[in-house]
């Protein structure tokens, strides 16, 4: 079994900034990929940014040049910087991980961290 828990979320002002860390543990023979999804209320789950191993990264046109995805593959975490933090940002942010188990790859998710921005 594999736990993907999130930290670093909360509330920030329209301009600011917050770091999301996502810490993968449990049994895992290889990480292939780790994102960031966010859920608006009343909303779908949207990508955020996701990031292979090998550190190629995809980004939401929203985000693009205010967030920046990176990887630990040593610590298996994944973290996610948020500058220039605006009202529509705000979200549960959950983390997902495609992971490598026995010959398959399955997915995770965390339980997600609230991320408020205040105008």
């Known amino acids: 079994q594999v736990q993907l828990v999130e930290s670093g979320g909360g509330l920030v002002q329209a301009g600011g900034s917050l770091r999301l860390s996502c810490v993968a543990s449990g049994s895992i023979f290889s990480i292939n990929t780790m994102g960031w999804y966010r859920q608006a209320l009343g909303n779908e789950r949207e990508l955020v940014a996701t990031i292979t191993s090998g550190g190629s990264a995809v980004y939401a046109d929203s985000v693009k040049g205010r967030f920046t995805i990176s990887m630990n593959n040593t610590k298996n975490t994944v973290y996610l910087q948020m500058n220039s933090l605006k009202p529509e940002d705000t979200g549960v942010y959950y983390c997902?991980?495609?992971?490598?188990?026995?010959?398959?790859?399955?997915?995770?998710w965390g339980q997600g961290t609230q991320v408020t921005v205040s105008l």
């Open positions: 997902k991980s495609d992971i490598t188990q026995r010959g398959y790859t399955f997915r995770y």
